[in-house]
T-cell receptor, first 115, second 114 residues
Framework: GAGVSQSPSNKVTEKGKDVELRCDPI?????LYWYRQRLGQGLEFLIY????????KSGLPSDRFSAERTGGSVSTLTIQRTQQEDSAVYLC?????????????FGNGTRLTVT | AQSVTQLGSHVSVSEGALVLLRCNYS??????LFWYVQYPNQGLQLLLK??????LVKGINDFEAEFKKSETSFHLTKPSAHMSDAAEYFC????????????FGGGTRVLVKP
């Protein structure tokens, strides 16, 4: 079946511009996560959605970052006034539920380059 | 707060040799532990997980890992490396106190020499 789909796969933007990154989770998965992966580093948690509950935004690095999840499915991560340090791969993952022990299914990521 | 440390950002092994990737964690509650693999330009795939059952966990592609509470470790091994094992490997911990999200280590890139 279809996995987690992210678009675009690559995005080059100028410093100061806004960008939107999209994630289509696996159908029926209620939990959705965004992570950031900087070059040569591990994954940093950004935000977590579970059903209709208020999202866990504890990992968002600044108020320039925001995310929404519409209809419990598609999610959009928005970065306003991009900075060079925002350059990274942004990974989306979903899981069937937030139960511990369930695996996260990752998309292939969006590689963001801020020039 | 939970954390994960992977010793060695790069590991080079010969084809057919043992692969050993080290992972140590800290957690305020009994942890669930995971190993994920990332091939170039792809997302992460689950290799194996520990969820408080057997301490020796077997995963895909002949990988296995052993949970050692006394050492707070979850090292990943494979008896015989294949060229296709060249990838980046991430250890992660799920600490319920942290809201069911994973905390990842910095990753270990494995190079397999013919």
């Amino acid at each position: 079946g279809a996995g987690v789909s992210q678009s675009p796969s690559n995005k080059v933007t100028e410093k100061g511009k806004d960008v939107e990154l999209r994630c289509d989770p696996i159908s029926g998965h209620t939990a959705l996560y965004w992570y950031r992966q900087r070059l040569g580093q591990g994954l940093e948690f950004l935000i977590y959605f579970q059903g209709n509950s208020a999202p866990d935004k504890s990992g968002l690095p600044s108020d320039r970052f925001s995310a929404e999840r519409t209809g419990g499915s598609v999610s959009t991560l928005t970065i306003q006034r991009t900075q060079q340090e925002d350059s990274a791969v942004y990974l989306c993952a979903s899981s069937l539920s937030p139960d511990r022990g369930l695996p996260l299914h990752f998309g292939n990521g969006t590689r963001l380059t801020v020039t | 707060a939970q954390s994960v440390t992977q010793l060695g950002s790069h590991v080079s092994v010969s084809e057919g040799a043992l692969v050993l990737l080290r992972c140590n964690y800290s957690s305020s509650v009994p942890p669930y532990l995971f190993w994920y693999v990332q091939y170039p330009n792809q997302g992460l795939q689950l290799l194996l997980k520990y969820t408080s059952a057997a301490t020796l966990v077997k995963g895909i592609n002949d990988f296995e890992a052993e949970f050692k509470k006394s050492e707070t470790s979850f090292h990943l091994t494979k008896p015989s490396a294949h060229m296709s094992d060249a990838a980046e490997y991430f250890c992660a911990v799920s600490d319920q106190a942290a809201g069911n999200k994973l905390t990842f280590g910095g990753g270990t890139r494995v190079l397999v020499k013919p």
